[in-house]
Structure formats: C-alpha cells, structure tokens
C-alpha cells in the first residue's frame, strides 16, 4: 500500500539530538526547512548555560514541493522517517509555520514549551472545559494521548465517560 505524498511542509522524525544537524544539511540540499529553537537554561555541575534548543524534539519540517525534494530530504544523515497518519503524510499548513516562527520570533514572548502531562490511573481531576466543566472525575482508563475514560463522583452515580484529555485539569482540595 503506497502513501499519499503531496506538496507542503512535511515532518520529519530525526535520531535524538539530530534535529539541528539534520536542519543545516537540509539547507546544504537546498530545500526549505524549518526547526523551531528556543533558548533555555541547562544547569551543569559547575555552571548554567543558556542554549538553543528545539521546541519540539525529534521533528524537523522540510517544505516538499516535488518527488525528487521529498527523497532527498529523507536520504539525509539523522532522518528515520515522515510522520504519518495511516496512508496520509503529516503535512502542516503554512499559516500554522508561519504562527510557530512569529511566536519563536516575538521579543518579550519567553518560556515556550511544549507539555505532555501523563494521567495516572485513579488519579482525581477536575473537568475544566465542555459540557461537564466543574465536576471531580477519576481517571478509569487511559485510550491514548488525546482521550481518557473517567467516573464522575459529583453525580453520586456511576456514571463513565470518554473525554478528551485537555479537559482536565488539577484537582485541589480547596475547590
């Protein structure tokens, strides 16, 4: 079964630690790439440094706009694969490069990052967002990053549901 390629900005997936070498031979191959870095502070036994590092590890964006393009941006040194989503390439619009380079880019912007929070089972939340916003929920079953199956304790009833994980948010004893 052949995927579907077309033209855009694709994501490469790269080893570990691979992102920036990757992105300069990208440039050396003459195609348009992109690797979003921000400046971070890492502390060493005797010192902290402030270095660029990329905002999303692993992942490099190569704008592709014909075949020969395409195998030449995965024929460089450090790329494992495209990222896909069953026969369809990740391809990522424009509007949303030139969104990730504006927000890198803008002075006085600082602590970017990206966050991916792991539930726990039985762990206690608060639905923050949707039709159930403000009720306390246990977390039940963990389907995959984006959805979470949880028990609604407010209700006094069992009641389960499958909600999307950005729903929730810390619960506090305060509330």
Known sequence: MRKSQSQGW????VKSRHEKKVYEKLLENNLEAYLPLVLTERKWSDRVKKVLMPLIKSYV????NTAMDFYKALSVSGVCSYISFGNDYAIVKDEEIEKLKFLIEVEGISEISIKEETLCLGEHRVISSGPLAGLECEVLQIKNKSMVTVRLGALKQNVVATVPSEYLSEFSKAM
Do not use: G, R, T
Not at 10 to 13: E, P, S, T
Not at 61 to 64: A, C, L, M, R, S
């Open 10 to 13: 694709h994501v490469l997936y």
């Open 61 to 64: 964006f190569v704008n592709i």
